[in-house]
């Protein structure tokens, strides 16, 4: 989707600046929605210890980055 090849960029940049948190790339076709109550393309869900603690839906590059970095504090 043209959102996601939006913030593409932005993704690969922070994880290469924060290789200290796992980023996986999951292609929605291919995976059950529903576990992360997916609304919307792209989203962005972050856990810490296998718990949910934050979700940015729709390519938002700043609250992207500021989950990011509040996840990286954890």
Same mark, same amino acid.
Do not use: W
């Given at each position: ?26 292609? @929605? ?18 856990y810490h210890?296998?718990?949910? @603690? ?6 938002? #590059? #700043?609250? @992207? ?10």
């Amino acid at each position: 989707c043209g959102h996601c090849q939006h913030i593409t960029p932005l993704y690969n940049g922070l994880s290469k600046s924060y290789p200290e948190i796992l980023f996986c790339h999951v292609e @929605v076709s291919t995976v059950n929605p529903k576990p992360i109550n997916l609304q919307d393309v792209p989203t962005f869900a972050f856990y810490h210890n296998q718990v949910p @603690v934050d979700k940015v839906v729709g390519a938002r #590059e #700043e609250d @992207v980055k500021q989950s990011t970095k509040k996840l990286s504090s954890m």
